[in-house]
C-alpha cells in the first residue's frame, strides 16, 4: 500500500457525459500527478500539481482539467467523454515537485465509456 | 524529441534463471532514469533511480540496474527471477531541470515459469 488513495476504483459511464476522479497523496507529500494507461498510448502523464498550484503540464486534453485544494487532495475532471477516454487514470504523489522526487503511486481508476 | 524505449513487449523466464530488460532513452542531457514495476490490478511502484554518480544502481527486490552514457541505455537485470517478479516493467526518465515531465516506455510484461 503506497498511502495514495483514489476514488472511485471503477467507474461507467456514457459517451459525452463528465466524471470526477478523486486523490488523496500520502500524508505529507505537496505534489500530485495524473496519469492515464491506455492499451493504445501506454503510460501518459497528463498534469502535475504542486502545493495547489499547477506545476506542469503533459498530454492533456482541453476537454480534461485537474486542480489540486488546499487539503492537497486533487481531482480529475473528464468531459464529453469519447470512447477513446476508456483508460486506468492513475493518480501519484511525492513529497516536492522537483524530477527526482520518488512517485508513489495510487491503485487507479479503471473509467469505461460505453 | 525526448522518448524511450523497451523493445521487448515480452519476455519469458524460467524461475531461478537470470534477467535483463533493456531500456534506451533519447534526450538532451542525461536524465533521470527510474524503473518501475506494476504487478496486475495494482499501481506502480519504484524500483530503483540513478540521478548522477556510480553507474550501477541497486533497487528493492533485488533489482539492479546499469547507467550507460554512451549506449544510452538503462538496462535492468536481476541474477536469479522469482515467480512472483511477474509483472510489468516500466522505464521511464525526467528532466534533471526546467518543466517537470515524465516519460515512460511502453513496457516489459514478464512472464517466469515454474
Known amino acids: 500500500d503506497s498511502g495514495v488513495t483514489q476514488t472511485p476504483k471503477h467507474l461507467i459511464t456514457a459517451t459525452g457525459q463528465r466524471v470526477t476522479l478523486r486523490c488523496s497523496p500520502r500524508s505529507g507529500d505537496l505534489s500530485v500527478y495524473w496519469y492515464q494507461q491506455s492499451l493504445d498510448q501506454g503510460l501518459q502523464f497528463l498534469i502535475q500539481?504542486?502545493?495547489?498550484?499547477?506545476?506542469a503540464k503533459g498530454n492533456i486534453l482541453e476537454r480534461f482539467s485537474a486542480q489540486q485544494f488546499p487539503d492537497l487532495h486533487s481531482e480529475l475532471n473528464l468531459s464529453s467523454l469519447e470512447l477513446g477516454d476508456s483508460a486506468l487514470y492513475f493518480c501519484?504523489?511525492?513529497?516536492?515537485?522537483?524530477?527526482?522526487?520518488?512517485?508513489?503511486f495510487g491503485p487507479g481508476t479503471r473509467l469505461l465509456v460505453l | 524529441a525526448q522518448s524511450v524505449t523497451q523493445p521487448d513487449i515480452h519476455i519469458t523466464v524460467s524461475e531461478g534463471a537470470s534477467l535483463e530488460l533493456r531500456c534506451n532513452y533519447s534526450y538532451g542531457a542525461t536524465p533521470y532514469l527510474f524503473w518501475y514495476v506494476q504487478s496486475p490490478g495494482q499501481g506502480l511502484q519504484l524500483l530503483l533511480k540513478y540521478f548522477s554518480g556510480d553507474t550501477l544502481v541497486q533497487g528493492i527486490k533485488g533489482f539492479e540496474a546499469e547507467f550507460k552514457r554512451s549506449q544510452s541505455s538503462f538496462n535492468l537485470r536481476k541474477p536469479s527471477v522469482h515467480w512472483s517478479d511477474a509483472a510489468e516493467y516500466f522505464c521511464a526518465v525526467g528532466p534533471h531541470s526546467g518543466t517537470y515531465k515524465y516519460i515512460f516506455g511502453t513496457g516489459t510484461r514478464l512472464k517466469v515459469l515454474a
Open positions: 501519484a504523489s511525492s513529497v516536492n515537485a522537483g524530477a527526482g522526487e520518488t512517485q508513489y
Open positions: 500539481y504542486y502545493n495547489g498550484e499547477e506545476r
